[in-house]
């Protein structure tokens, strides 16, 4: 339903009264005038038949026909008359003018003389009575007393026709009339209220289009001032109104273009240190790599790792941290030319991108923050740390491939810095060996994962044997992966990938999964008993939590193979976590498993850690046997570490032991258990609790 406006809301106010007092008085006055003339007529006809009857008395009391002839004659002419005619007393008709339909109206009319009246749709009819006239004869003779007069006696009646046409004509010219004046006091009414809307609307239909306006958006837009009274109140306020709406408009749009540069800024820029993050430089190491292949230009991306950085976090927390890297970062930017950018990636990593510049130029500025980087002191409460920078650096050239690939590489050629002894500079060849190397620990991730995920990993053993010959069975429990074309590759070539990428706590939850599987197995089945199962750790996997709960549930599970199982740390992983090696042990002792320290005599410290680790076996380090029959030093190290072992109540194990030559001098040393292909070698654990699977091993 649609809304009138105020301007024909205006004009129906205006019009609607008018038009219905108009209407009121025009019926009225109408009304009247008809009733006027309709009364006119009746009193004009009445009083032409009362007084024709008195001119009749003289012909009907004489039967004069051509008399009354000539009196109806003189009143047919009257207006209005249609027909006359005269009636004698018994009803006969004297005389006629016109044709009168007497016959449908009889005659009544009384004796005093008076008209008496019919009518019709057309005309009125009127009879009056004819009476002898009596004169008196003695004026002076009362009439007797108590007589009534009697009635003059009556000689015959007049009829008279009147047509009503000339009336009903004029009352229609009265409604007609009538209704001209009140069309035109209609017309005029609206042209009165139209133009008493027009005045009122045009300033409010104004207000309502300068508000439309500024709903729309259009803040300065402004209503029309000059009216006066509420109107003018109205503009005034209008106009405020939208003054001060612009007002906070301007200033929330500056609030916006405020915070759209902040979050620019913050999408493209590190919060910590301000720096450029990964995704803006990545944009520009891009844009830079399309220069160079369009143009041939040469730029240089470093890529820089922190040194030491995680020893600040660790011994004072990440607070020190942040606030090592944000000092760092004002330090380097006072090193940059105009057209470099310096990032941060994440972590304590960083990159800078040095555009339009050779290799020399690049090697000197990257040097400098190295030196700047070395020589700067940090402090934090009463504590001095000094760090150092690991760098990569690569060319970027038409030749040097995308930037994804670039970026690859400049960290490739960091971790190669570090692996040099950190605070290094390391330059991208395609063909460094060094590089290779870190790539093919890269590649081996994804195989690592994706042999995990196909379960192509495999276990073997290898029997440790007493050279006593008693002591019960034990046996080390050895890691291989299938290749997809079947070979099978020893641990050497990718358990340094899994150390350096994270992935030793998977690989080890995975060898304890299928360890416990085999020792309930071999428990269960028969054959030949096995005391002792030695599985690996990696001191990633110790210091891991989830790791930890696992193994702890796992031993809950099957509390009967607890004490089947030796774990054997390498002596790195204890001494460079010794309060969480020795926590870790004491837990699983509760539960009855024993340890044992592997490649033991590796480390410059060995002995001096030793007193503290709680350990049941001591494996020696094989480069140490392997030549032990022809090298009296490493002959003197076994037999040293063997001592050591005695004094300290633990049992001494030889690993690597490949010839008869050795395995000998070891007896001759007094070694409680050997190791080594010569004696067995590895083969898959499905062999392991067959009855015939300890003839593989050779007789001492």
């Given amino acids: 339903m649609i809304s009138p406006g105020i301007r024909a809301r205006v004009l129906w106010l205006a019009i609607l009264p008018a038009a219905f007092l108009s209407v009121v008085l025009v019926v009225l006055l109408t009304a009247d005038k008809v009733r006027a003339l309709d009364q006119s007529l009746q009193e004009r006809a009445s009083a032409i038949a009362r007084n024709l009857a008195p001119a009749m008395e003289y012909g009907v009391a004489t039967g004069n026909v051509k008399i009354l002839a000539n009196l109806l004659d003189a009143v047919r002419r009257e207006a209005d008359v249609k027909s006359a005619a005269v009636f004698a007393a018994d009803g006969r008709l004297l005389a006629q003018v016109g044709s009168g339909d007497w016959a449908r109206h009889p005659y009544s009319a009384t004796a005093d003389g008076n008209a008496k009246e019919f009518k019709n749709a057309h005309s009125l009819y009127y009879y009056a009575a004819i009476l002898r006239t009596e004169v008196a004869v003695d004026d002076f003779r009362d009439p007797p007393a108590g007589a009534a007069a009697a009635p003059p006696p009556q000689l015959g009646w007049v009829a008279l026709e009147v047509s009503r046409a000339n009336t009903l004509r004029s009352q229609h010219r009265a409604i007609l009339q009538s209704l001209v004046v009140l069309l035109a006091g209609l017309a005029l009414s609206a042209l009165i209220g139209w133009r008493l809307g027009r005045q009122i609307s045009r300033p409010i239909l104004a207000l309502a289009r300068t508000v439309g306006r500024i709903g729309e958006g259009y803040l300065g837009e402004r209503a029309e001032t000059g009216d006066g009274g509420e109107i003018g109140l109205l503009q005034h306020g209008v106009n405020g109104m939208a003054a001060r709406l612009q007002s906070m408009h301007d200033q929330m749009q500056e609030r916006i273009d405020q915070a759209t540069a902040r979050l620019a800024y913050q999408a493209s820029h590190d919060a910590l240190t301000g720096l450029v993050n990964r995704r803006e430089f990545e944009q520009r190491l891009e844009r830079a790599v399309a220069s160079s292949l369009s143009y041939g230009r040469s730029h240089a991306l470093c890529y820089m790792d922190l040194d030491q950085f995680k020893v600040i976090n660790d011994t004072c927390g990440h607070a020190a941290g942040d606030e090592l890297l944000r000092q760092l970062a004002l330090i380097l930017k006072n090193h940059l030319r105009h057209r470099d950018t310096l990032a941060r990636l994440g972590g304590d990593e960083f990159a800078l991108l040095l555009e339009n510049c050779s290799l020399e130029d690049a090697l000197h500025v990257a040097d400098t923050f190295r030196a700047t980087v070395a020589g700067f002191r940090f402090k934090w409460g009463e504590k001095i740390f000094s760090v150092g920078m690991s760098q990569g650096l690569v060319m970027v050239t038409p030749e040097g491939g995308a930037a994804a690939n ?295």
């Avoid at 020795?582 to 340890?595: K, T, V, Y």
């Fill in 406 to 700: 670039l970026l690859s590489a400049a960290d490739a050629a960091c971790y190669v810095a570090k692996d040099k002894g950190r605070n290094q500079i390391h330059v991208y060849e395609p063909r460094d060996r060094d590089l290779a190397r870190h790539r093919g620990e890269m590649q081996w991730v994804s195989r690592l994962q994706k042999a995990l995920e196909e379960k192509r990993l495999r276990l073997y053993w290898q029997e440790v044997v007493p050279l006593d010959g008693a002591g019960g069975r034990h046996v080390e429990l050895l890691l291989r992966l299938v290749e997809d074309d079947g070979s099978v590759a020893l641990p050497m070539s990718f358990i340094p990938a899994a150390e350096r990428y994270g992935l030793m706590p998977q690989l080890d939850r995975w060898v304890i999964g299928q360890a416990l599987g085999v020792c309930r197995g071999c428990l269960d089945g028969g054959g030949v008993p096995v005391q002792s199962f030695a599985i690996n750790l990696s001191g990633a996997s110790l210091k891991d939590p989830e790791f930890r709960r696992t193994l702890y549930a796992d031993l809950r599970a099957n509390p009967d193979l607890a004490p089947l199982l030796c774990f054997e740390i390498t002596e790195t992983a204890a001494i460079g976590n010794l309060v969480v090696v020795n926590q870790f042990m004491e837990e699983l002792r509760a539960f009855g498993c024993n340890f044992s320290l592997d490649d033991f005599g590796s480390g410059l410290s060995s002995f001096n850690y030793l007193r503290n680790l709680r350990v049941d076996y001591l494996k020696i380090d094989g480069n140490f046997v392997r030549n032990l029959a022809h090298d009296a030093v490493d002959r003197s190290m076994v037999e040293s570490i063997h001592r050591l072992g005695k004094l300290v109540g633990l049992k001494t194990i030889a690993e690597f032991v490949e010839s008869a030559a050795a395995l000998e001098t070891l007896r001759a040393i007094g070694l409680d258990y050997v190791q080594g292909d010569y004696l067995h070698r590895a083969e898959p654990l499905d062999t392991l609790c067959a009855g015939a699977a300890h003839a593989s091993v050779r007789t001492l």
